[in-house]
């Protein structure tokens, strides 16, 4: 049996609307906690010009090889292990990363990590694109997200629906900078930032 998330069926084309013209002249593009794989499938599918290369911890591999062996795709590579709070990550090259619904569930410091690595691995003008719940100002956008996050806290109290003005923060310490906050379906962002540098 693959694993299935019902949420990445119901956002994977609003997603998608957004990728498409902000990825059209990427070529290779690294997805970040690809989590069932049933994103990198459709993304991968829609966008056949695009090197998909999906990547998670260990305990999510299987899932998403199972995704990709079934669906075939020549342009969707095999998942790279990669804990964001590794001390090396893959190398690879690439011109953007993708990553959704995974800052709520990572911890603090992964989160540095994971803004930090992405500014080594992202060349100049390479493209970090983020997707989830955001707060603004210190609150929430909706009572849907309040309830999410108390969901996300009384599991894991280090985890929780993060501050935009912190990420943004982050992103610029890495060398990123916002180009585009977009509002989509559910409550949701994409955050698009620039390697400037």
């Known amino acids: 049996m693959k694993p ?25 593009l690294l997805e970040i906690g690809s989590g069932t794989g049933q994103h990198a499938v459709y993304f991968g599918a829609a966008m056949p010009h695009l090197i998909w290369q999906t990547s998670d911890r260990e305990e999510n591999l299987p899932g998403i ?5 079934e669906a075939d795709l020549p342009n969707v590579r095999q998942p790279l292990l990669l804990d964001v709070a590794q001390d090396a990550w893959p190398d ?51 009572d849907s997200n309040r309830s999410f ?10 985890s929780g629906v993060r501050d935009f003005e912190a990420l943004n923060e982050l992103a610029a310490q890495a ?4 180009q585009e906050d977009i509002a989509m379906p559910a409550n949701n962002r994409i955050l698009h930032w620039e390697k400037s540098v």
């Not at 119901?10 to 990427?26: E, F, G, H």
């Not at 090889?65 to 062996?69: Q, T």
């Not at 996050?149 to 280090?158: I, Q, V």
């Not at 060398?175 to 916002?178: E, F, S, T």
């Open 4 to 28: 299935y998330s019902e949420s990445c069926e119901q956002n994977r084309v609003p997603i998608l609307n957004v990728l498409q013209p902000r990825l059209r002249t990427c070529r290779r």
């Open 92 to 142: 690879v090259q690439i011109q953007a990363v993708f990553s959704a619904n995974t800052v709520h569930i990572m911890h603090w410091p992964e989160v540095q990590a994971l803004f930090a690595g992405v500014g080594k691995c992202l060349p100049e003008k390479g493209r970090f694109l983020l997707y989830g719940p955001f707060n603004y100002n210190g609150d929430y956008t909706s």
């Open 65 to 69: 090889r199972k995704w990709l062996e």
């Open 149 to 158: 996050d108390a969901w996300l806290k009384a599991r894991d109290p280090r």
């Open 175 to 178: 060398g990123l900078i916002l």
